[in-house]
Nanobody, 112 residues
C-alpha cells in the first residue's frame, strides 16, 4: 500500500523559509516520479513541482520558480520541498503525490 506522510509546514512571515518532507513507503521509491501539489482555500489543486526517480530532472510551476527547490533522498525514501522567499499567496495545504495517491497534507501559512 502506498503511504505518503508530509511534515514541516507551519506559520511563517513573508520572506521566510520552510522545508517540507514527504516520507514514502509501500512502493519502489527510487524509480517513482514524486510531485508536490498544493491547494489554497477555495481553489483547486495546483502542481508545484515534480522530480524524477534519480533526481536528475525537476520542474516547477511558474509561480514558485526560483523560490522553491525540490529534492529527494532515495536512501531515506523521502522527498523534500525547500521553500524560500515565501509569499502570502503560497498559503495552502501542501501534499506530496505519487500517481493518484497523496498524503494527508501539511498546512503552510504565510502571514505577518
Amino acid at each position: 500500500e502506498v503511504q505518503l506522510v508530509e511534515s514541516g509546514g507551519g506559520l511563517v512571515q513573508p520572506g521566510g523559509s520552510l522545508r517540507l518532507s514527504c516520507a514514502a513507503s509501500g512502493f519502489f521509491f527510487r524509480i517513482a516520479d514524486m510531485n508536490w501539489v498544493r491547494q489554497a482555500p477555495g481553489k483547486g489543486l495546483e502542481r508545484v513541482s515534480v522530480i524524477n526517480g534519480d533526481g536528475s530532472r525537476t520542474s516547477y510551476a511558474d509561480s514558485v520558480k526560483g523560490r522553491f527547490t525540490i529534492s529527494r533522498d532515495n536512501a531515506k525514501n523521502t522527498a523534500y520541498l525547500q521553500m524560500d522567499n515565501l509569499k502570502p499567496e503560497d498559503t495552502a495545504v501542501y501534499y506530496c503525490k505519487k500517481g493518484t495517491v497523496r498524503g494527508q497534507g501539511t498546512q503552510v501559512t504565510v502571514s505577518s
